[in-house]
């Protein structure tokens, strides 16, 4: 029973549990294998830990409120799941485009590296995949650029190391929790609706009397994934 599962625990140990609850509403993805910026070296989080040693609990919860908890061993990532797809995230354009590359940064980096190796590059590293791919014509403005790194930090999909996130020398850790916000059977329609919306930006520079429906219909092309 779930009410008998819950008073087992400790004083701090239901507190814990109500807090890492609301985190994975508000985060949707936990991983395991974290950095941590004080001791400057990778280690195992505790939130993960906690959750498996009480993955009933947390199941047999979230299901009252009609979320399913789900854990992929491999890649050690819990999330959840809304069975009415209420805690879908719109990601706006520019978001979206960063999060396609960093997914193929980490696909880059799986098949030259061993797959437990963290997937670490820097923000040049990112720009410089995007516009190889055509994702954009140039660097995109710093604001642009700090803005979609921390809509991903916020869902533990990225973590930054250090500095600054729009300087180029930064360093970011690509989570494996992407793998589940960009499956492999989205890569190819992403990549698809990429390039069409760098077709519609190449028109909006051909016809600058159209700016304002231009505009409109960009600002409205959010991407939810």
Same mark, same amino acid.
Request: no cysteine.
């Given at each position: 029973m779930l009410i008998e599962k819950y008073n087992d625990l400790? *004083?701090?140990?239901? $507190?814990?549990?109500?807090? #890492?609850? !609301?985190?994975?509403l508000a985060k949707t993805f936990i991983v395991n294998r974290i950095y941590d910026k004080n001791q400057k070296a990778f280690k195992s989080n505790a939130d993960y830990r906690f959750?498996?040693? *009480?993955? $009933?609990? =947390?199941?047999?919860?979230? $299901?009252?409120?009609? =979320?399913?908890? #789900?854990?992929?061993s491999n890649y050690e990532v819990i999330y959840i799941e809304n069975e009415y797809g209420y805690n879908k995230k719109r990601l706006d354009k520019n978001t979206t485009i960063f999060l396609y590359g960093l997914r193929l940064k980490f696909d880059e980096d799986r098949e030259s590296i061993n797959l437990n190796t963290d997937t670490i590059v820097s923000v040049s590293d990112i720009i410089k995949t995007l516009i190889d791919v055509g994702a954009y014509t140039k660097k995109p403005s710093d604001l642009e650029i700090r803005t979609a790194l921390s809509n991903l930090i916020n869902f533990n999909i990225i973590?930054?190391?250090?500095?600054? /996130?729009?300087? &180029?020398?930064? +360093?970011?850790? #690509?989570? &494996? !929790?992407? /793998? =589940?916000? #960009?499956?492999?059977? +989205?890569?190819? *329609?992403? !990549?698809q609706l990429i390039n069409s919306l760098q077709d519609d930006e190449n028109t909006q520079d051909e016809n600058t009397n159209e700016n304002e429906e231009n505009e409109s219909q960009s600002e409205s092309e959010e991407i939810e994934v």
């Open positions: 400790t *004083n701090a140990e239901k $507190e814990n549990f109500k807090r #890492i609850v !609301s985190m994975m959750i498996d040693r *009480n993955m $009933e609990l =947390f199941k047999e919860y979230l $299901e009252l409120a009609g =979320f399913r908890l #789900i854990k992929d973590q930054k190391v250090d500095g600054i /996130l729009e300087k &180029p020398e930064t +360093k970011i850790i #690509i989570l &494996p !929790s992407i /793998l =589940f916000v #960009i499956t492999n059977e +989205k890569i190819t *329609n992403l !990549s």
